[in-house]
């Protein structure tokens, strides 16, 4: 017989609970540069999109955000203790007409491998086994979603360095790596962004089997694997595009009109899910009531836009 687990306290269950009523989700306006690294189209298509239902998070994981935070502020402190000028912390991060977007950690001056130069700095806790994987192998190939939003990060302040600087969460080692822009890969990683941008319906993912271990714990899987439906959101609807210009702003063919973010996040009676989001078979469209007829896998008809007013 297995052991009964000791039931948690009700003082640390109070705590949790105390972080999860206070978070508030937020939906990124863009694509953020903390994920351009994604191998998956589909997933930043998905994001991008606000496709997917928000994340519900433990306590447990908000506190370790948290923690987080506040080694951000503890690196930033080591830095100037040996006269590194830390600043620009927060500073935002605005590409392809804001539909890439982010923030850095800080730029500074005075890294002793090369004082004059201006650098981006990137900061980063890890558990003992990530740590490791970094100091063996590199920002680039270990975690590629970092190397990514460090080089985006140099790309937007023109910068040719950048600080990557480490914390070890089990024994409070440091490593540090300076990483040099390349050009290349900005250019091949924002051509891609681009496409993800323009892309009227979802791209090819990485794998069509759910038990792909890139599959498994992604925060879509519902949506791209599961057949769940969409969130109803303006970004999902055929009549919603992406603009170009301006700050992540987007419009409406149906009402020939600009899109507001409360607008974009509640939609409207004549919302239309894009037919690519729908797991049915797609058997009528009129164009008169402004509907689109499926037959769904159990074979049930459903008319998307029936009680469209």
Known sequence: M????????????????AYEAANRHYDSLGISVGEIGNPCDRALWYGLRWASQPETIEGRKLSIFRTGDRWEEVLTDDL??????????????????GHVRG????RAIGVPEAPKTEHLCEFKSSNDAGFKEIVKKGCKEAKPLHYGQVQLGMHM????????????KNDDARYAERIEYDIDYCARILARAQRIIDAPEPPSGISKDPEFFGCMFCKHK????????????????IHATPEPGGDAHWSC?????????????????AHLTIPALIHGEQIDVNEENESITYRMPNGEIWVDGATNA
């Open 80 to 97: 100037e203790r040996i006269g590194v000028d830390v600043y620009g912390s927060q500073e935002r991060i605005r590409l392809l007409g």
């Open 253 to 269: 063919a149906r009402w020939a009109k600009p899109l507001s973010i409360d607008e974009q996040k509640s939609g409207c009676p």
């Open 157 to 168: 302040f023109g910068l040719t360095r950048a600080l990557y600087l480490v914390v070890n």
């Open 103 to 106: 923030k850095i950690d800080g």
């Open 2 to 17: 297995a052991p009964i687990p000791k039931a948690e306290a009700r003082t640390v269950s109070a705590i949790y609970a």
């Open 222 to 237: 519902p949506v791209c694997h599961d057949k769940a439906t969409p969130r109803h959101t303006c970004r999902v609807c």
